[in-house]
């Protein structure tokens, strides 16, 4: 049981299952998703036999829905999995609440299960991150390099690690700078968080309108591109309190000593923001999060934080009329 929302991480994880259970004889692979799920298909594989060996790799992904069909008969998942057939179930990240239903909790406890629950890499260890990524494809990083991968890629390390693949392609490898990652990023055009935060604090929201239509299209994950712009909002809001206890303070609260060039922007929209619009925003980003955990309007809400950042007048009339 893999659940998590940082998309590549989580494919990582199965991939690597995979890899395993495929070297260790397992010739026989079944997939299945939660939007067109079909228990009787799932059972019928559960059942049968292969045509070559016994031992068979069953993956469900949960990422989009959760079907009753299949909360319903987990019981009989349960009693399936063996040392012949593996059960791989992988989705988003769970709640508290969601860990206590009763299907993931027969899952999580049944003596047949293991349950692998990952978070994003956090700003102070994305440099690190991306060193080890890059060791894997024979390619070194050099610091200021791992920074530049660190602030560029938090909330799509995706398009991290294509840059790194795309090099490795292209035959660069071994000791990699910053300079040669900037000229391999040039043309990438790959939007993130910071981008987002920087076109909003520069007035130019229809920049950061294009910015999320991108991430969109690149399928970025949701909640980790939401959680580094939640932050951003956060150290916006605390620079704004007249008894803060000092910029350097609050940014490493944050985490986003790498992040220097950003420090001016998140002062400038810190310093033009009123109190009451700031609040504004905060109440706009709770719907946000109950959207996301709905699995409704979600990216739309983010579209009217793009507007509304900097027109107050139409984000206060907004959260007056939602």
């Known amino acids: 049981m893999i659940f998590g929302d940082e998309p590549f991480i989580r494919n990582q994880t199965v991939n690597s299952i995979k890899s395993f259970f495929k070297s260790n004889g397992f010739s026989e692979f079944y997939y299945y998703d939660g939007e067109n799920f079909n228990w009787n298909d799932l059972e019928n594989g559960l059942m049968s036999f292969g045509l070559f060996s016994n031992q068979h790799l069953f993956c469900i992904d949960l990422t989009e829905k959760t079907p009753k069909e299949f909360t319903s008969n987990v019981k009989t998942l349960c009693e399936a999995a063996s040392d012949e057939s593996i059960i791989v179930i992988y989705g988003n990240h769970m709640t508290g609440t969601q860990e206590k239903t009763k299907w993931f909790s027969e899952l999580a406890n049944s003596p047949k ?10 700003a102070n260890q994305l440099p690190g991150w991306f060193l ?5 494809l024979n390619i070194n990083l050099a610091p200021d390099a791992q920074s530049f991968m660190a602030i560029n890629f938090e909330g799509n390390l995706s398009a991290g690690y294509q840059v790194l693949y795309n090099l490795y392609l292209q035959g660069i490898t071994g000791n990699v700078s910053y300079e040669d990652l900037k000229k391999q990023t040039v043309a990438e055009n790959h939007f993130t968080s910071d981008d987002f935060t920087a076109a909003l604090a520069e007035k130019n929201s229809a920049k950061a309108l294009r910015i999320i239509q991108n991430v969109r299209e690149e399928r970025v994950a949701l909640k980790s591109f939401l959680w580094a712009v939640h932050r951003d909002l956060a150290v916006i809001v605390e620079l704004k309190h007249p008894d803060h206890r000092g910029d350097f303070e609050i940014f490493k609260k944050y985490s986003v000593l790498i992040k220097f060039h950003q420090e001016r922007l998140l002062k400038m929209a810190a310093s033009i923001a009123s109190a009451k619009h700031l609040n504004n925003l905060v109440k ?24 509304g950042f900097n027109n107050p007048a139409f984000l206060n009339g907004f959260i007056k009329n939602v």
Do not use: H, M, N
């Open 113 to 122: 299960a293991a349950y692998l629950a990952f978070y994003p890499p956090s």
């Open 132 to 136: 080890e990524q890059g060791r894997k």
């Open 284 to 307: 706009l980003f709770t719907r946000i999060d109950a959207s996301v955990i709905r699995e409704d309007y979600a990216w739309e809400l983010l579209e009217t934080y793009a507007v």
